[in-house]
């Protein structure tokens, strides 16, 4: 079982999928906010997985890039 102070050891890239306000307003520390809309089209598709991928590369969320595996929270 996963437990809060897992967390603390930062061996992990926790990302905050909630509104960016939300975020501000609280939220687990070292945490990567990344709203969850900005993973869908303007028509309310998904957007591709290259262009998720891309995202999440651009704000360094991806288990390859920060070396660590990724946890999502919202």
Known sequence: M????DLED???AILDSRFKA???AGNIPT????PFTLMFKQ?????SPD????ILEHIGALEDATGQP????C
Not at 43 to 47: E, G, H, L, Y
Not at 70 to 73: G, L, P
């Open 2 to 5: 996963f437990k809060f102070e």
């Open 10 to 12: 930062n061996e992990h």
């Open 22 to 24: 939300n975020h501000d």
């Open 31 to 34: 945490s990567i906010n990344l």
């Open 43 to 47: 028509d309310k598709s998904f957007k």
């Open 51 to 54: 262009e998720m991928r891309d």
């Open 70 to 73: 990724v946890i999502t929270s």
